[in-house]
T-cell receptor, first 112, second 113 residues
Framework: GEDVEQSLFLSVREGDSSVINCTYT??????LYWYKQEPGAGLQLLTY?????DMKQDQRLTVLLNKKDKHLSLRIADTQTGDSAIYFC????????????FGAGTRLFVKA | DVKVTQSSRYLVKRTGEKVFLECVQD?????MFWYRQDPGLGLRLIYF???????EKGDIPEGYSVSREKKERFSLILESASTNQTSMYLC????????????FGSGTQLSVL
């Protein structure tokens, strides 16, 4: 199967950490991504991880990959109101050309 | 910065009309994509193109066609618009390199009445 699943909603308080989780089903996926969509805008690549890595850190963002469980997470430290957006998990694999499969998106709501 | 421009932000059409959605990218990307975004369903791939005059069906091509006459422009065509095609349409482009990071336009919200 090619499903990418993520919860649809997450609410956190400003200053707390946010953790957005994602599961995928295809173990041949080579790259996994997190995209961010702010209101009224298209998607913007936030960060990505190669499938042979288990962690990637970029400032306030930490991506964890558990390949055995096919589980990907995005942790946002010190969450700000500007982080309120929809976060999409996506997997990409080379099968006759790259194909990117997106999850349904997690809406992050940050309470001031 | 890569710029992907979609010609309309909002569009309202009537059932049965032929609809053209235009997308232009300025970074000489080989790959271009059309997705539709619906609440709770995420992004679903309609069509994509790896080269000029080349097109491939995505997961939900029914009711749509595409045109890529020039490298920078990828058009999505609804031959006869129907109400179930009311959606947000997102265009994206990428280079055929490792990882295929997608660059998205701002989207066109199409309402078919």
């Amino acid at each position: 199967g090619e499903d990418v699943e993520q919860s649809l909603f997450l609410s956190v308080r400003e200053g707390d950490s946010s953790v957005i989780n994602c599961t995928y089903t295809d173990s041949s996926s080579t790259y996994l991504y997190w995209y961010k969509q702010e209101p009224g805008a298209g998607l913007q690549l936030l960060t990505y991880i190669f499938s042979n890595m288990d962690m990637k850190q970029d400032q306030r963002l930490t991506v964890l990959l558990n390949k055995k469980d096919k589980h990907l997470s995005l942790r946002i430290a010190d969450t700000q109101t500007g982080d309120s957006a929809i976060y999409f998990c996506a997997e990409s694999k080379r099968t006759g050309g790259f194909k990117t499969i997106f999850g349904a998106g997690t809406r992050l709501f940050v309470k001031a | 910065d890569v710029k992907v421009t979609q010609s309309s932000r909002y569009l309202v059409k009537r059932t049965g009309e032929k609809v053209f959605l235009e997308c232009v990218q300025d970074m000489d990307h080989e790959n271009m994509f059309w997705y539709r975004q619906d609440p709770g369903l995420g992004l679903r791939l309609i069509y994509f193109s790896y080269d000029v005059k080349m097109k491939e069906k995505g997961d939900i091509p029914e009711g749509y066609s595409v045109s890529r006459e020039k490298k920078e422009r990828f058009s999505l065509i609804l031959e006869s618009a129907s109400t179930n095609q009311t959606s947000m349409y997102l265009c994206a482009s990428s280079l055929p390199t490792m990882g295929e990071k997608l660059f998205f336009g701002s989207g066109t919200q199409l309402s078919v009445l």
